[in-house]
């Protein structure tokens, strides 16, 4: 097995569960490699204390889970099958006691939920989300490698993202130039919506690219992130197109000196609540604290967002090994959006900043 599935196996005999299935897309690529969307239909890893786990997905996916490594027992079904008696049977099989089952509560819907109840009637379910969670909170080297990968291509895209901005030019038109040259470099997928935002779309934290015009003195937000072998990054810089003013200016010195401070306090043993307070008590002090209305940052890595979440009240403590964004942002309607947006990688005795795109205000003339 994995070294993921063993680790797995050996959770469920600690904790006295006899089987674990793992319905979320993320976690069956976590634990078997084989990275899929199966869209409304089942996929799903079952793992057991001892003997050996099953994947379950449509028929037509079945070579390319082989493909992606998987060696172990596959469950295929049609669109006119049902895969849930074959489940039932195999696990029958497989183990005496199904009376604990963790499932990943968060992720399972009501109708399956309530299949799953009927077919191990005599079983209690518990979540499995937690154990996941820590598990996948702290990167492998290979998954580190990938993330590196990821972000050296989100700072082309914005590389290219600056040189395609000019006053004239819509969002839209700046986002697809920035997509065609990453596809042309085969990338297939982003880690979510690219945004492309100026003027006034910038004061929103999750605004909508579309046909707004850049003009001279505006600033323009890019937030992205690219996918490679099932790993995100995630970045964003705020640019100023001509001169801009000294009010946008001071925004923009306020959220890059409040990054570079949580960037500074972030390091092994410390909580994430105090890493999110160095860059808030930043911004507040300066005035714009109720314009800072999100966390600092979120663990990136299959997930565009996962653990550990960096809010002001989050007690956990940073490790080796955990990778996430530190993205503070100020966004005051009518005036200016400034958001800048890192990923960083936890070392032994700080972090090593992924993304490497420039920081200081870039004055695109
Ligand atoms: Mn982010
Ligand atoms: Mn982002």
Redesign the pocket.
């Known amino acids: 097995m994995t070294s993921k599935l063993n680790t797995i196996a050996e959770w469920l005999k600690q904790e006295q569960i006899d089987f674990c299935f793992l319905t979320n897309p993320d976690s069956v690529f976590y634990v078997s490699g084989f990275l899929s969307d199966p869209h409304e239909r089942l996929l799903g890893v079952g793992i057991f204390q001892s003997g050996d786990p099953f994947l379950v997905c449509p028929s037509m996916e079945k070579e390319d889970a082989k493909k992606a490594g998987w060696g172990y027992d596959i469950i295929g079904y049609t669109d006119i099958e049902n895969p849930w008696p074959l489940i039932h049977k195999l696990c029958n099989d497989r183990t005496k006691s199904l009376e604990k089952i963790a499932i990943e509560k968060e992720h399972m819907n009501v109708e399956r939920y309530e299949l799953i109840g009927s077919l191990f009637s005599q079983a209690t379910f518990l979540p499995a989300e937690e154990k996941l969670r820590k598990l996948r909170m702290v990167k492998s080297e290979s998954e580190i490698a990938t993330i590196r990968e990821a972000c050296a291509l989100a700072d082309y895209a914005i590389e290219v993202g600056c040189s395609e901005i000019a006053e004239g030019k819509t969002e839209l038109e700046v986002l697809a130039a920035i997509e065609y040259e990453l596809k042309k470099k085969g990338v297939s997928e982003m880690s979510f919506s690219t945004m492309v935002l100026t003027g006034q779309n910038g004061a929103s934290p999750h605004g909508n690219p579309g046909l707004t015009i850049m003009k001279k003195g505006d600033l323009v937000l890019f937030?992205l992130?690219v996918v490679v072998d099932g790993y995100c990054s995630?970045i964003?810089r705020t640019v100023a197109l001509g001169d801009i003013s000294e009010k946008q200016k001071e925004i923009y010195d306020t959220v890059f000196k409040a990054q570079a401070a949580a960037i500074e306090a972030s390091k092994p043993g410390v909580t994430c609540q105090s890493v999110d307070l160095t860059a808030r008590n930043i911004i507040s002090a300066a005035g714009y604290g109720e314009y800072f209305p999100h966390r600092l940052?979120?663990g990136?890595g299959i997930s565009?967002?996962e653990y550990p979440s960096l809010t002001e009240t989050n007690t956990l403590l940073l490790e080796e090994g955990m990778v996430f964004?530190i993205?503070p942002g100020i966004y005051v309607p009518g005036v200016a959006g400034v958001r800048i947006?890192d990923d960083v990688l936890v070392t032994s005795n700080g972090v090593e900043i992924l993304t490497k795109f420039p920081k200081e205000l870039q004055i695109i003339r």
Request: charged residues 35%; negative net charge.
């Open positions: 937030d992130g995630d964003t940052g979120h990136l565009v967002h964004t993205e947006e």
